[in-house]
């Protein structure tokens, strides 16, 4: 059964900082991986997705790997700024349902 | 602008009253799906369609209905709600073309509240 885990639940760091969230998956065996943003009381905002013959992809500041081998995942943010601040979830599809397994999110707080 | 919308963003109702909560989108896909989202337990599949007139169970089915009668639509039933139930929705849709590269587009949410 396909698990996901986020370390660390929470962070805070001071603006300008560059950051990295992390994500594993107990079965290596994906589709894809898909990362999140989640604001309070809105919705998910989808923000990467890597397919599992990648290893990486960027968007603007943010840049996700995966290491299937391994179960891992990375979402690196650069120069951190508060408008950062949010619940950050990985999720991977491993069956051809659709579905997505979530972690439980990382919630980062960006200080000014 | 594409997007997946649900409807109401926020309800409170009473044990055993019949409630639909809506989800369109306007994007021509053909995968939707319904979450619940807990404190604790994170985000569980409900129900899920791969396309109109095909739904199938996700993994906490139990107190809910779906049905697929329009590609853009996919509402969620509560018969007979109950406290349980208590939980924050989010309706997902994504193009099965190719489905490894797709991303899933979620919407704003259903907080409902159940007494």
């Known amino acids: 059964k396909q698990e996901v885990t986020q370390i660390p639940a929470a962070l805070s760091v001071p603006e300008g900082e560059n950051l990295v969230l992390n994500c594993s998956f107990t079965d290596s065996a994906i589709y894809n991986l898909q990362w999140f943003r989640q604001d309070p009381g809105k919705g998910l905002t989808s923000l990467l997705l890597?397919?599992?013959?990648?290893r990486e992809q960027t968007s603007g500041r943010l840049n996700a790997s995966l290491d299937k081998s391994s179960g891992r995942s990375t979402l690196y943010i650069a120069a951190s700024q508060p408008g950062d601040s949010a619940t950050y979830l990985c999720?991977?599809?491993?069956?051809?349902?659709?579905?997505?397994?979530f972690g439980q999110g990382t919630t980062l707080q960006v200080k000014p | 602008e594409a997007q997946v919308t649900q409807n109401p963003r926020y309800l409170i109702t009473v044990t055993g009253k019949k409630l639909t909560v809506t989800c369109s989108q306007n994007m021509n896909h053909e995968y939707m799906s319904w979450y619940r989202q807990d404190p604790g337990l994170g985000l569980r599949q409900i129900y899920y369609s791969m396309n109109v007139e095909v739904t199938d169970k996700g993994d906490v089915p139990e107190g809910y209905k779906v049905s697929r009668k329009e590609k853009r639509n996919f509402p969620l039933i509560l018969e007979s709600p109950s406290p349980n139930q208590t939980s924050l929705y989010f309706c997902?849709?994504?193009?099965?073309?190719?489905?490894?590269?797709?991303?899933?587009?979620f919407g704003d949410g259903t907080r409902l509240s159940i007494l």
């Open positions: 999720a991977v599809s491993s069956s051809n349902t659709g579905k997505l397994i």
């Open positions: 890597i397919q599992s013959s990648q």
């Open positions: 997902a849709s994504s193009s099965t073309t190719g489905m490894s590269n797709q991303p899933q587009h």
